[in-house]
């Protein structure tokens, strides 16, 4: 879903860039250097797929906890916003009520969010995602 919004914004902004031959580094590169993107929300959108490409190509891979706090710290900083009740204040609070594949779903969930406000604020170029089908 975030490697598709960041295609999609790519073909509002850029006519002369095929956002389907870019990685996803490269898909976050080229929406921060038309500014869409500040330095903090690419780092971390990099350290996320890290994470999926971890899940994606090793099949008895678990997350750790404290790789996931530190993901958690990272979108904090880049300014993803999380409702308070998910919200970890300590590793205790964190991880104490909360499966890592709940938190991590959590964290995806307010990722997808943030971008929508930050590349598409007015709702025009996601609509489409979000759409009941017809």
Same mark, same amino acid.
């Given at each position: 879903? &975030?490697?598709?919004?960041?295609?999609?914004?790519?073909?509002?902004?850029?006519? %002369?860039?095929?956002?389907?031959?870019?990685?996803? #580094?490269?898909? &976050?590169?080229?929406?921060?250097? &038309?500014?869409?993107?500040?330095?903090?929300?690419? !780092?971390?959108?990099? +350290?996320? %797929?890290?994470?999926? %490409?971890?899940?994606?190509?090793?099949?008895?891979?678990?997350?750790?906890?404290?790789?996931?706090?530190?993901?958690?710290?990272?979108?904090?900083? +880049?300014?993803?916003? *999380?409702? =308070?009740?998910?919200? #970890?204040?300590?590793?205790?609070? +964190?991880?104490?009520?909360? !499966? #890592?594949? !709940?938190?991590?779903? %959590?964290?995806?969930?307010?990722?997808?969010? !943030?971008? &929508?406000?930050?590349?598409? #604020?007015?709702?025009?170029?996601?609509?489409?995602? *979000?759409? =009941? =089908?017809?």
């Amino acid at each position: 879903m &975030v490697e598709a919004m960041l295609a999609t914004t790519i073909e509002h902004v850029s006519s %002369n860039v095929d956002p389907y031959k870019l990685n996803f #580094p490269q898909k &976050v590169d080229q929406c921060a250097s &038309v500014g869409l993107l500040d330095e903090k929300l690419a !780092t971390f959108l990099k +350290a996320l %797929n890290g994470i999926r %490409n971890k899940f994606a190509h090793r099949l008895t891979y678990s997350i750790d906890l404290f790789e996931l706090f530190s993901l958690t710290e990272s979108a904090i900083q +880049a300014g993803i916003y *999380f409702h =308070p009740q998910n919200l #970890p204040g300590t590793m205790d609070q +964190a991880f104490g009520r909360k !499966t #890592p594949r !709940t938190l991590l779903s %959590n964290l995806f969930s307010a990722t997808v969010h !943030t971008l &929508v406000d930050r590349l598409d #604020p007015d709702f025009r170029i996601f609509s489409e995602f *979000f759409s =009941p =089908p017809d």
